[in-house]
């Protein structure tokens, strides 16, 4: 049930399982977010009330947002112009700080880089396309000390029908770094017939 009120920009909506189970989940729906508040059952106490939802707003030409839910606080910056992304981002309590980093090198190439300052884990990732229905990706991740390429016929994002004799193929290779023999060569192929 959604409800909207005197400002188009505010809604309040209740929503529930069916079957139902507790109280609805009310959210009030606001211009800079939204707030939820929704019964919870837990193991140690049976029913607990639990406030989650996010804020966010424009700040030195980049979004900020600050997602919380119960006792956990996530802060994020986003900036974003034509050429490049720089996302930072920390958890509170736990203090978690980590960053994203993305260049795009020419309208065909973009390089992103991805570090977690808890953990010392990073990522990175090259693409380049060639038009719309070729993809080619390579990259890194630290955390299962794996390097990968991964080459796609069809748009990766896009639908099977719309793609070159409405197939999507997707070629990846997967290199340990601890055991370069058990590498693995891996296939996907997702294929549209029209029947009728």
Known sequence: MLAKLADPAYALELSSPVP???LPRATLKF???EVS???REDEEVKRS???GGIVKGQILNGLCSAQFNDEDLKLRYAYKDEELSF???ISLPSNALSFAFKRWISPNNKLSYWYNFDSNNWS???KHTYGKDY???AGYDSDVRLGWA???VGDEGGKAKTAPMKMKVQFMLQVPQDDIRSSALMFRVKKRWDIG
Request: charged content about 15%.
């Open 20 to 22: 139902t189970i507790g």
């Open 31 to 33: 211009p800079l977010g």
């Open 37 to 39: 508040l929704e019964e």
């Open 49 to 51: 009330l639990s406030i």
């Open 87 to 89: 996302i930072p981002s």
């Open 124 to 126: 990175a990732v090259y």
């Open 135 to 137: 993809k080619f990706k």
């Open 150 to 152: 991964s080459l796609w």
